[in-house]
């Protein structure tokens, strides 16, 4: 069996409770790989963090952005999610637990039995490009926020107009996504469990209201009046558009799976005081 391990970057704490797993797993008998960055704090050897598609497991130690930069690279190996102490929605496990929920996992995997969860990734289309799936949300705007640096926007839900106006930009998001960057755009709340995908106008002078379709739903953002408009998955893939330009946002085929316990949502919610 071989487990990939990725920890928070430039965190000592992170890098320290990585290497506890690795001698944990050792003796266990299970190959470890540590990421390069995490391998460098450790003075051991690392491999590069996309190899980590071909592993059984993977562990992510960090906050969310952790998460989602072991998710870009994992494919579809099942992740279990460690947090430094602060329950997050996607890094349910505490470091007090990390080791045993760990070993726990990989004693399931070896007997057939590890249970795992899909959460959903989106992604966005636009003239035969097609952006890396997105765990959080899916943006499209102009080239800058605020006065001066809007689009004209249309949306469309499955060829449907749902409502055309200037704005800021479009983020569209999954349930997962709900929290972050949708959340401080007063997007709504969506419990986990919930299916289905997220639109809301960013910075809207008028119109209608956020909404949430259903998951098979393919969502359509057509920008224009402005010179520029760019497309970003996660807050980190960027795609330049040249207006009047549609984008395609659906589910993608490829969800992240995750393994270990569940977290409490609404405990989870804290951390958005």
Do not use: C
Request: aromatic letters at 4%; proline letters at 5%; charged letters at 20%.
């Amino acid at each position: 069996m071989e487990v990939g391990i990725v920890a928070q970057h430039h965190n000592d704490r992170a890098a320290a409770l990585a290497g506890r797993l690795r001698e944990r797993l050792d003796d266990l008998g299970v190959g470890v790989a540590l990421d390069e960055a995490t391998a460098t704090a450790l003075s051991l050897p690392g491999v590069a963090v996309e190899t980590f598609e071909g592993r059984d497991l993977v562990v992510s130690i960090g906050g969310d952005g952790t998460f989602l930069f072991a998710a870009r690279n994992a494919g579809g190996t099942p992740i279990v999610g460690v947090n430094l102490g602060e329950v997050g929605f996607l890094n349910a496990v505490g470091p007090a637990e990390a080791v045993e929920t760990v070993t726990d996992a990989v004693a399931a995997h070896r007997e057939g039995d590890l249970d795992v969860r899909s959460v959903p990734r989106i992604a966005a289309s636009h003239d035969g490009w097609t952006g890396e799936p997105a765990v959080n949300e899916v943006v499209v705007h102009g080239t800058r926020r605020g006065h001066g640096g809007g689009v004209d926007v249309e949306i469309r839900i499955d060829g449907s107009l749902y409502d055309a106006g200037h704005a800021d930009g479009v983020l569209v998001a999954t349930p997962t996504g709900s929290t972050a960057y949708n959340l401080s755009e007063r997007g709504p709340l969506v419990h986990p469990d919930v299916g289905g995908l997220l639109v809301t106008e960013m910075a809207l002078a008028d119109g209608m209201p956020p909404l949430v379709v259903g998951p098979d739903s393919e969502v359509t953002v057509t920008v224009s009046g402005a010179d520029a408009a760019v497309v970003v998955g996660d807050g980190r893939n960027r795609h330049r558009l040249t207006p009047p330009a549609t984008v395609t946002v659906a589910t993608a085929d490829s969800p992240v799976r995750l393994a270990g316990p569940q977290a409490d949502f609404f405990q989870a919610l804290d951390k958005l005081d």
